[in-house]
């Protein structure tokens, strides 16, 4: 089975040279590619920003006996009652 991890894509970015410095610091430090640490950093952003993870919140709702409106109407109307 072929993930997207499989597939390599060449691209071009333009990052502004104060975060290229960062990164050349970074790489000489761990003794790594400036492409090592930019892969990496891809790596944990689409891990906390992907699409895997919103896909789990669908049909969080589901076996719940009211729908999203009428929960959004009750809590709303307990902000008047205090």
Excluded: F
């Excluded at 990164?23 to 689409?46: F, K, M, P």
């Excluded at 919140?57 to 076996?63: D, F, L, T």
């Excluded at 729908?67 to 009652?81: A, C, H, P």
């Amino acid at each position: 089975m072929i993930t997207m991890y499989d597939i390599k894509m060449r691209t071009i970015v333009d990052i502004p040279d104060k975060i290229v410095a960062s990164l050349d610091q970074v790489r000489e430090e761990r003794g790594c590619s400036r492409a090592a640490i930019i892969r990496e950093a891809l790596e944990t952003y689409t891990k906390t920003h992907g699409v895997e993870e919103m896909q789990a919140a669908y049909g969080i709702w589901k076996n719940r006996k009211k729908d999203g409106l009428s929960y959004q109407s009750e809590l709303r109307g307990e902000w008047g009652s205090e």
